[in-house]
Nanobody, 127 residues
Framework: QVELVESGGGLVQAGGSLRLSCAAFGRPFSNYAMGWFRQAPGKEREFVAGISWSGGNSGSADSVKGRFTISRDNAKNTLYLQMNALKLEDTAVYYC????????????????????WGQGTQVTVSS
């Protein structure tokens, strides 16, 4: 089992930047592919970005492509999400999630394929 703790959320003006972190505690971090998801008020939780256990494969949703970058540091047991050029519509609670290593260097964009979730961190973008 792994415990995930997000940090780095807050209030930022449109066009600004934030970096979210997700610290993992428990089993070796490299056992897991990781993902970032978000949920805006009144909306379903949606995929933001994912990264394989090695960091060799990653990807993001079209809505954030070119603005958000996912990365991981397995030595520090930490996942990151660098968010630039933030927009009002990026306002949401952001969650990190871990998916047990399937043996492939792969990440998933599907919420149901993730096994562990953090408690979330609020990101609010103001005009």
């Amino acid at each position: 089992q792994v415990e995930l703790v997000e940090s780095g959320g807050g209030l930022v003006q449109a066009g600004g930047s934030l970096r979210l972190s997700c610290a993992a505690f428990g089993r070796p971090f490299s056992n897991y592919a990781m993902g970032w998801f978000r949920q805006a008020p009144g909306k379903e939780r949606e995929f933001v970005a994912g990264i394989s256990w090695s960091g060799g494969n990653s990807g993001s949703a079209d809505s954030v492509k070119g603005r958000f970058t996912i990365s991981r540091d397995n030595a520090k047991n930490t996942l990151y999400l660098q968010m630039n050029a933030l927009k009002l519509e990026d306002t949401a609670v952001y969650y990190c999630a871990a998916r047990r290593n399937s043996g492939r260097d792969y990440y998933s964009a599907l919420e149901r394929e993730y096994d562990y979730w953090g408690q979330g961190t609020q990101v609010t973008v103001s005009s």
